[in-house]
C-alpha cells in the first residue's frame, strides 16, 4: 500500500505516522485466528476482504478488525475506486462489538462489509493485551473528514445520505468549503419512517442512484443505516457505503465532539453520555461497561493461552 502522508487527518486528533503498518503487527494480525468464544462465527469473518488485496486481520471475540491506519483505510478505498471496486466500510465501538457478538441477527447485518476497523479505543486496547495490537482507532466520525479531503484530491463523487434535518446540507457545505475540488453530487433526509414507505424508499434510491456518487455516508444510526446500505449497494456496485452515524452533526457543530484529551484516552463515551444520559445510559453504563471488562479481561488471558499453545 502507497504511502499517504497528504491525506488530511482530523483536527481533534494528534498527528500519526500513516506509513504501512510495521511487520509486527502484520504478522501478529496475520496469526489472530477467530476464538471460538466469540458467538459470530462466520459471520463477519471475512470483513476486511474486498476485491482487491486482504488486508491483515486482527480478531476480538470472533471478529475481524482490519489492521490498518485511518489514512491507509482512506487509501484502500481510492485506490480499490481506482481499480473499479466498490465495498463497504463498518466502523464498530464497544457497543456494536457486543451486540456483533450477542445478536446473530445483528451481526448478519455486517457479514458482506468489505472492511471492518475499530471505532473504540477499548476495541485498540484490547488487540494490545492479547499481543496483536490494532495500529490505532479508525473512527468514522474522522473517515469522513479524512476521505472527503481524500476525495478531493482524486476527483471523486459524494453523496451526504441521512442525518438530522438540515445537517446534510450543511455538512455539504461545510466540507466542500474546507476542501477544494470536493464535488459533493446530491444531499438527502429521509424522514421518519421512509424505510416502511414504498414511494419514500423509491424517490430515495433514484435521487442516490442518478447522482452517481463514488463515495456514498449514510448518517442514520445504526442498524437503520446498515439496512439502508444493503438495499443500496445493489443498485450501485462500484461505490463504496460508509455507515457514519451522527457525523454529519458533528461536522455542523450542532452537536460537540469531546475535547482532544478525552478522545485520546477512550473516554468520549463520557462526553456522549453526559450529553444524552436519558438515551444512552442503559446502552453505555448497563450493557457496556461489564462487556468491556470481560473484553478486556479475556484479552489479556487469550494472550497467555496463545504462547502457551505456542
Not at 462465527?41 to 476486511?48: E, I, L
Not at 448518517?219 to 439502508?228: F, I, N, S, V
Request: net charge negative; proline share 6%; glycine share 10%.
Amino acid at each position: 500500500m502507497e504511502q499517504v502522508m497528504d491525506v488530511e487527518k482530523v483536527d481533534s486528533l494528534p498527528p500519526e505516522d500513516l506509513k504501512t503498518p510495521p511487520e509486527d503487527i502484520k504478522k501478529s494480525s496475520e496469526s489472530s485466528e477467530p476464538d471460538s468464544g466469540g458467538g459470530v462465527g462466520d459471520a463477519v469473518s471475512d470483513a476486511g476482504k474486498s476485491g482487491g488485496a486482504a488486508l491483515p486481520q486482527v480478531y476480538l471475540r470472533g471478529v475481524g478488525f482490519a489492521a490498518i491506519t485511518e489514512g491507509e483505510c482512506v487509501e484502500h478505498i481510492l485506490e480499490e475506486l481506482d481499480a473499479g471496486r466498490g465495498g463497504w466500510v463498518v466502523t464498530p465501538n464497544l457497543d456494536i462489538l457486543r451486540r456483533l457478538v450477542k445478536e446473530p441477527d445483528f451481526a448478519a447485518l455486517t457479514k458482506d462489509a468489505s472492511v471492518m476497523v475499530a471505532d473504540g479505543m477499548p476495541l485498540v486496547w484490547a488487540s494490545k493485551l492479547q499481543g496483536t495490537p490494532l495500529p490505532e482507532r479508525v473512527a468514522g466520525s474522522n473517515l469522513i473528514l479524512s476521505l472527503n479531503a481524500g476525495a478531493a484530491k482524486r476527483g471523486r463523487k459524494v453523496f451526504l445520505l441521512g442525518g438530522d434535518e438540515g445537517t446534510s446540507e450543511k455538512a455539504a457545505e461545510i466540507l466542500q468549503e474546507r476542501y477544494e475540488g470536493l464535488d459533493i453530487v446530491g444531499t438527502f433526509y429521509p424522514p421518519f419512517g421512509f424505510d416502511k414507505d414504498e414511494a419514500m424508499m423509491a424517490e430515495l434510491t433514484k435521487t442516490v442512484v442518478d447522482a452517481q456518487p463514488d463515495i456514498v455516508f449514510v448518517a442514520l444510526g445504526c442498524p437503520k443505516q446498515e439496512k439502508l446500505i444493503i438495499k443500496l449497494r445493489e443498485q450501485l456496485p462500484g461505490a463504496w457505503w460508509l455507515g457514519v452515524g451522527i457525523s454529519f452533526s458533528f461536522v455542523c457543530g450542532e452537536v460537540k465532539r469531546a475535547p482532544k484529551w478525552m478522545q485520546k484516552i477512550g473516554m468520549e463515551w463520557v462526553h456522549r453520555l453526559w450529553q444524552e444520559p436519558g438515551r444512552l445510559f442503559r446502552r453505555y453504563v448497563v450493557d457496556d461497561i461489564p462487556f468491556a471488562i470481560g473484553l478486556l479481561v479475556g484479552s489479556f488471558f487469550r494472550r497467555f493461552s496463545r504462547k502457551r499453545n505456542g
